[in-house]
């Protein structure tokens, strides 16, 4: 880690040139806002009056930001908390309550597909995980089977964990 450029101090030494990840986030401007501004979050919304400061208005804009415009805060390096395609950082809400959202709104345009709701969907999985129960209705789910992505965020969507080789198809025909 000694050989990562450090943000914010100046050089000493000789080194090489290096590229560096920086994590940001779409932010709201809750005032007016330079480039390269220091800023913290009050309400979800970046303003140099906030405590912490945790990053810096996107330096490469052209124009200061207008209070209730997006853009992009530049956090401060070293201070996620976690990193694996998306970051975590104490400032922000955690984006497993997007995860649930999105797991949801899936279901729920899967279950759209066959003319059902999410409520509908989830039920009879439950009852086939409970139970062993399959969602027989006549000859309508003949050839027909649950994608193996449901259950994933069937997961997700609920909290509740599927093992492997629960994960089969609840839907049956009558036949």
């Keep these: 880690m000694e050989n990562i450029p450090k943000l914010g101090l100046l050089i000493e030494g000789d080194v090489p040139r290096d590229a560096i990840h920086i994590a940001v986030a779409p932010v709201v401007a809750a005032e007016l806002l330079q480039p390269g501004a220091h800023v913290g979050l009050i309400a979800g919304r970046a303003s140099e009056m906030a405590k912490p400061l945790i990053g810096v208005v996107d330096p490469f804009l052209k ?21 694996r395609h998306e970051w975590v950082h104490p400032a922000f809400a955690n984006t497993d309550d997007e995860k649930i959202r999105a797991a949801k709104e899936w279901i729920a345009s899967w279950a759209n597909t066959w003319g059902e709701d999410y409520e509908t969907v989830i039920w009879h999985a439950n009852a086939y995980l409970d139970s062993g129960d399959y969602w027989s209705e006549g000859g309508r789910f003949e050839s027909e089977s649950v994608p193996d992505e449901f259950w994933t965020h069937f997961e997700r969507a609920t909290g509740r964990s599927v093992e492997h080789d629960e994960r089969g198809s609840f839907f049956s025909c009558s036949c």
């Design 63 to 83: 124009r200061a930001v207008a209070k209730g415009q997006q853009f992009y805060l530049y956090l401060y390096q070293g201070t996620i908390t976690s990193l």
